[in-house]
């Protein structure tokens, strides 16, 4: 069955830098799109970014367009964002999904808060 492992979130003061993490397993990772999303206490769910099969386009949420990078490596199975420049309005859990856009196919999520 699919699994997704997120990592690397944790609290940061506004300004610094995160890389998210996803180890995939479970199905054949270069043959989907993946996606990050977030979603804040009380908010609704934002697709962050998506990257194809094999990177060759990507999107971005315009509030992030900038700061954040997707990327994978399809010979690790793994999944990617590196935020930098981070802001208060970032905190979020942060879930990684297979295709492209927000599934039901996710990880258990990872939290990151940026405060001071």
């Known amino acids: 069955q699919v699994q997704l492992v997120e990592s690397g979130g944790g609290l940061v003061q506004p300004g610094g830098s995160l890389r998210l993490s996803c180890a995939a397993s479970?199905?054949?990772?270069?043959?989907?799109?993946m996606s990050w999303y977030r979603q804040a206490p009380g908010k609704e769910r934002e697709l962050v970014a998506v990257i194809t099969s094999f990177g060759g386009s990507i999107v971005y949420l315009d509030s992030v367009k900038g700061r954040f990078t997707i990327s994978r490596d399809n010979a690790k199975n793994t999944l990617y964002l590196q935020m930098n420049s981070l802001k208060p309005e970032d905190s979020a859990v942060y879930y990684c999904a297979k295709g492209a856009g927000i599934s039901s196919d996710r990880g258990q999520g990872t939290q990151v808060t940026v405060s001071s």
């Open positions: 479970g199905f054949t990772f270069r043959s989907y799109a």
